[in-house]
């Protein structure tokens, strides 16, 4: 908020823009920078499916089976939390994406983290292409930011899963 107060008029739409999401600004240079932080983080979360699948189970019956759960979850919310943050950083917040793609994959793929992980990886890369498309082709004029379509379509699913799995 104090950037958007101190900033010139020309660039507190491009700050808005940034706030609600958006892919408009990206260019090649960056897909490689986060291409470089990404996809090894990928390999090293679908490294860990198995262990994610055994902790499934439980903490206890994960122990028994030789998962260092303490380890395991220091790894996953390392890699998760600069995953979120380098995506952030580019494209501001899209939200929901993280929140509402895992848990409606999961319907037609299960709880195995060995097709989970990658189904999310592409399942949410489709996502953000069709959400981004409507953004901008929605409006009469310009684009709208990629964020606002993804919470309008995110949010009420993401009620919806969350009412499905309260009963």
């Not at 030789?66 to 580019?90: E, F, Y």
């Amino acid at each position: 908020m104090f950037l958007i107060s101190m900033a010139r008029d020309s660039k507190i739409h491009n700050i808005m823009f940034w706030l609600m999401g958006d892919l408009s600004m990206i260019e090649m240079r960056h897909v490689g920078i986060l291409a470089m932080i990404l996809v090894p983080c990928f390999f090293l979360i679908f490294w860990f499916s198995n262990s994610m699948n055994l902790l499934l189970l439980g903490k206890e019956m994960a122990m028994s089976m030789g998962v260092n759960i303490r380890g395991v979850t220091i790894v996953l919310l390392v890699t998760t939390s600069l995953m979120v943050s380098a995506t952030v950083s580019h494209c501001g917040l899209l939200g929901f994406v993280g929140l509402v793609m895992p848990h409606l994959l999961r319907i037609p793929f299960g709880a195995d983290h060995r097709i989970l992980v990658p189904a999310c990886v592409l399942g949410g890369g489709v996502y953000m292409v069709l959400c981004d498309l409507l953004s901008r082709s929605l409006p009469q004029q310009g684009e709208m930011p990629v964020g606002v379509i993804t919470a309008m379509i995110g949010a009420p699913l993401f009620i919806l899963l969350l009412k499905k799995t309260s009963r």
